[in-house]
């Protein structure tokens, strides 16, 4: 109880003319870095940290948090309009999203994300404020062992789930993530590996870089190739803004169950917003009645995709402010603001700041209201882009692309990075290997080879360690189960065993 009244108090004291005007405009800004290629939430966060540092405490975590919090939800504008995820949270979006867009309903697609990202940005705040000792507990007793295996799941699945029935070729693409995340500076020893002499090569690949590569340019080519230059979509129905409201209602349990896995997953130090998407999205997929509607329109793939990555944002504040740990890329460019600004996240922050947590549960709130608000205005307008002629939207995404890539690191050599993997994604889309698992490689290739050597070296090279510790035999199981249940046979025997389980339960009651 005294939780809440500190929680109300902390809402009214936020509530002040210049907070909202400040936080209305950061959340606008944050929807349009997450809707535009490239420019990511850890991009807008980390550009906005230097501008924010003459600002009292107050106005600067405002400003950040609005952005935050609008970029991870923007991010699924242009994954449903135009198939580019603006963030890589957005990636599992496109899947259904897009999908819904080309039949005419875009409009219904961006209010189900809307609606969903709000309720799950809320279900994490909830999670951050009740539950963080038993989340905390949790994420603590992942080590490298669990760390590496976790990413080897999430290319796993993410490639099971985009292959469009030919599980392999996801697979393959997932793999060829990881060997591509390997080219640079590794990260124990900071040796050059696979750079071949060329300094562009030595920080890596651009992942955004090759993310928009990947997504836009075969996008590009394909339409151009296509010569079509009449609209995308047929005329969307008036009353799809009054259905949105009775799909939530009829998914609220795949909305609880995403809410569940976000903010787990984003509780795991370094996982973040993309991998809970997936595991969301994945989940929704074994779940539903209908399975084979998934990539072809799906609407409980676009509620299950984007309350996860939301929800993962209150999750992923968890280890940031308990242990100084961030659960996430944006939330490790956070971590540097708040020291910048005197904060000073772990185990004392509740002694120096004993309300700090409470405050932060209530500016989210506050953020998520406003992205619930601008977000709803902003898509009664976002699908008439699907209106405009191929011949005038398509150089327009090229030239935000470019960008994109280029304002990252401002450097000509992610251009070359972008146009390379943007020819090579063309090609591989002609062969039909999705290019989302090749993403979720190169994402979690840094973080599944690291820990992967780290224990290595701890066990003096056995491999004992990942088949022994209880959450890695879990894990372990999770992977061969998503290996194993797209074998037909497989899945037909479990389906046989299942029934029959339910029949003996069903008589014995």
């Known amino acids: ?40 939430a850890t991009m807008g966060i980390a550009l906005l940290t230097g501008l924010t540092y003459g600002l009292k405490t107050e106005i600067a975590l405002i400003v950040l948090i609005g952005i935050y919090v609008g970029a991870i939800y923007g991010g699924s504008i242009s994954a449903i309009l135009i198939g580019i995820p603006g963030t890589g949270s957005a990636a599992a979006t496109i899947l259904d999203g897009n999908k819904l867009a080309l039949k005419g309903e875009g409009k219904i697609a961006l209010n189900l994300a809307t609606v969903a990202s709000f309720i799950g940005t809320l279900f994490g705040m909830v999670c951050l404020a009740i539950f963080t000792p038993l989340l905390q507990d949790v994420a603590l007793n992942f080590t490298s062992v669990e760390y590496s295996l976790l990413a080897i799941f999430g290319v796993t699945i993410c490639g099971s789930l985009t292959s469009a029935g030919e599980p392999l070729k996801g697979w393959i693409g997932g793999f060829l993530g990881l060997a591509i995340s390997c080219i640079g500076f590794e990260g124990i020893y900071a040796y050059p590996r696979f750079t071949f002499g060329v300094v562009g090569l030595f920080g890596g690949i651009a992942m955004v870089s090759a993310m928009i590569g990947l997504f836009g340019i075969p996008s590009i080519l394909s339409e151009l190739a296509a010569g079509d230059t009449g609209t995308k979509v047929v005329q969307i129905d008036k009353r799809q803004s009054a259905r949105t409201g009775g799909l939530i209602k009829k998914h609220i349990g795949l909305i609880l169950r995403s809410g569940v896995i976000g903010t787990f ?10 991998v809970a998407a997936w595991l969301s999205y994945d989940s929704a997929k074994k779940t539903s009645k209908n399975p084979e509607k998934f990539g072809k329109g799906a609407y409980e793939g676009v509620i299950a995709a984007e309350t996860a990555n939301n929800s993962a944002i209150g999750g992923a504040m968890i280890p940031l402010l308990s242990l100084a740990v961030p659960g996430s890329a944006p939330t490790a460019v956070l971590l540097g603001a708040l020291v910048l600004h005197g904060i000073r996240p772990g185990p004392m922050l509740n002694f120096e700041f004993p309300n700090f947590i409470i405050e932060m549960v209530a500016l989210l709130i506050l953020a998520s209201l406003c992205m619930r608000i601008f977000g709803y205005l902003i898509c009664q307008v976002a699908p008439k882009i699907l209106s405009v002629p191929t011949f005038i939207l398509m150089p327009v995404v090229g030239v935000l692309s470019v960008i994109g890539s280029y304002a990252i690191n401002i450097n000509t050599f992610d251009l070359y990075v972008m146009f390379a993997f943007g020819i090579v994604g063309y090609f591989l889309e002609k062969q039909k290997y999705p290019a989302a698992p090749i993403v979720l490689g190169i994402i979690l290739g840094p973080m599944a080879d690291t820990n992967i050597r780290r224990t290595l070296m701890a066990s003096s090279g056995s491999l004992t360690p990942f088949f022994t510790r209880p959450i890695a035999i879990v894990i372990n199981l999770m992977i061969l189960y998503a290996i194993l249940g797209q074998i037909p046979a497989v899945t037909k025997f479990t389906k046989k065993i299942t029934k029959k389980i339910f029949q003996r339960n069903a008589n014995a009651v």
């Open 1 to 40: 109880m005294q939780q809440v009244i500190t929680l109300f108090n902390a809402l009214i004291s936020l509530i002040t003319i210049e907070n909202v005007l400040i936080l209305s405009i950061s959340s606008v800004a944050g929807i349009i870095i997450g809707a535009l290629p490239g420019l990511t």
């Open 265 to 274: 997953i984003g509780a795991i130090p370094g996982v973040g917003e993309d």
